[in-house]
């Protein structure tokens, strides 16, 4: 039978980690003919919790799931992981200001890219989706570098998936009608979800709309705001659609986005669309085989580029902030 490929998941323990694990154990991330072998890093405080979640995983008798590694330590629990999903990270406690948040996180993302360093895979893809999911990114890469920096990547598909399920919804098409959609920039309240490239069953999806207020006042701050609305409805934040987006994310790197069609990712700038070399920022990119372009040659009009523009600039403030701390 076929080597399992070892899969990576910090926070394991967490809400995300809750969904993420089974899907990924079911085959929905590697497919229906490949094992997986589970790798859970927790803190040591979580790990009674990571038990009971390893018992469950036992019990579903996954035919796919050919073994599970958990531990605290990370250049243990990494060790010769082929991907790993960084999904654990410190959450905002109450007083902390963002350059706090930035620090904290700082921490932990430093310390998992210096162990993914030193023992993962050499094929080993690495996706961030631990908030503040670009800069933590941008940490884990900067201090992971014998790792080539296009394996790091944040993860802003739930945002893409966001914006599909909002678009379909308005124009009364299926999800499976609309491509070309686009995030751009941090995953914030920043972030940028662009219809002006997208195509609701090959027309311009701006042109089927046709209601630039619409636009502008209800889909982008609805799908920028998601995650908060979410949290007001739930009393908690969003885990199984951020498991689902991590999961179509890491699927669509290593096996391809659909022809025809793009996906949003954050990956290093190399300066297209003048967003900072260097910065983890979200672009329209296509995938195969473990590797990602940016799609090039979009036209970018005054609107987006504002858009663009304002959300790049937060990502650089933080790179800025966590370059002062050293984490960088
Ligand atoms: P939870 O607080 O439920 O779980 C996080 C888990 O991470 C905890 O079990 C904690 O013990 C663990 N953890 C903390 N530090 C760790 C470390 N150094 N090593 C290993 N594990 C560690 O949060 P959850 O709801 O699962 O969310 C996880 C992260 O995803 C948060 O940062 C959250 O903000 C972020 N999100 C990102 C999204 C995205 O689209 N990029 C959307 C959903 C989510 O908000």
Request: with cysteine; proline share 5%; glycine share 10%.
């Given at each position: 039978s076929?080597t399992p490929?070892?899969?990576a998941?910090?926070g ?48 579903c ?51 998992q ?13 690495i ?6 999911a ?11 570098p ?62 089927v ?20 609305a ?55 990119v ?7 372009e ?8 005054d609107?987006?580029?504002g ?14 902030t966590?370059s002062?701390l050293?984490?960088?």
């Amino acid at each position: 039978s076929a080597t399992p490929v070892k899969v990576a998941v910090t926070g394991a323990a967490g809400q995300i980690g809750y969904s993420l694990l089974f899907r990924i154990a079911a085959g929905d991330l590697l497919g229906k003919d490949t094992p997986v072998q589970l790798h859970l890093l927790e803190i040591e405080p979580a790990l009674k919790t990571l038990e009971g979640v390893v018992m469950e995983l036992d019990d579903c008798a996954f035919p796919l799931l050919s073994g599970i590694v958990t531990g605290a330590d990370a250049t243990k629990v990494f060790d010769g992981v082929n991907l790993a999903l960084l999904v654990g990270a410190r959450p905002r406690g109450p007083g902390m200001e963002r350059g706090d948040l930035l620090e904290a996180n700082g921490a932990i993302f430093t310390a998992q890219g210096k162990a993914l360093n030193e023992v993962a895979a050499d094929d080993v893809r690495i996706g961030v989706t631990g908030n503040p999911a670009n800069t933590n990114a941008l940490i884990a890469m900067t201090n992971a570098p014998d790792i080539p920096d296009e394996r790091f990547s944040a993860l802003t598909r739930l945002d893409h998936n966001r914006a599909l399920s909002q678009l379909s919804a308005k124009t009364g098409s299926p999800v499976t009608d609309i491509t070309k959609m686009t995030i751009w920039g941090n995953h914030s309240a920043t972030q940028y979800p662009d219809v002006f490239h997208a195509e609701v069953g090959g027309r311009n999806a701006a042109e089927v709309v046709g209601d630039q207020a619409w636009i502008e006042d209800d889909f982008i701050p609805t799908v920028a705001k998601r995650g908060a609305a979410i949290i007001d409805a739930r009393g908690s934040s969003s885990a199984a659609s951020a498991a689902s987006a991590t999961v179509d994310a890491a699927r669509d790197w290593l096996t391809g986005s659909p022809e025809g069609d793009w996906v949003s990712m954050a990956v290093k700038s190399d300066g297209s669309y003048d967003v900072p070399e260097g910065l983890i920022s979200s672009f329209p990119v296509t995938t195969k085989d473990g590797s990602w372009e940016i799609v090039q040659g979009l036209e970018i009009d005054d609107f987006s580029r504002g858009k663009i523009d304002a959300s790049v600039k937060e990502l650089a403030d933080e790179r800025d902030t966590v370059s002062g701390l050293g984490l960088i």
